[in-house]
């Protein structure tokens, strides 16, 4: 899966987010997209492992994701 693969399906999944009336959905995405641009940044093998997700949430220093939920 291409890094524009992956852009497409976050873009669709944050529309259906949007129509289900979820409001941290917005146009920029937030943590998605940093998540979307973490994975971009490295040479990553499919499938996509829960390590990466663990990586890219320890390599945020704490800081708090949980935007408008």
């Not at 944050?14 to 641009?37: I, V």
């Amino acid at each position: 899966m291409t890094g524009a693969d992956l852009e497409d399906h976050l873009e669709r999944y944050l529309e259906l987010r949007r129509a289900l009336g979820f409001r941290n959905a917005g146009s920029k995405g937030g943590c998605f997209h940093d998540f979307l641009a973490f994975l971009q940044g490295r040479a990553l093998a499919e499938p996509l492992l829960a390590q990466a997700a663990v990586e890219w949430a320890s390599s945020r220093g704490g800081q708090n994701t949980r935007r408008g939920v």
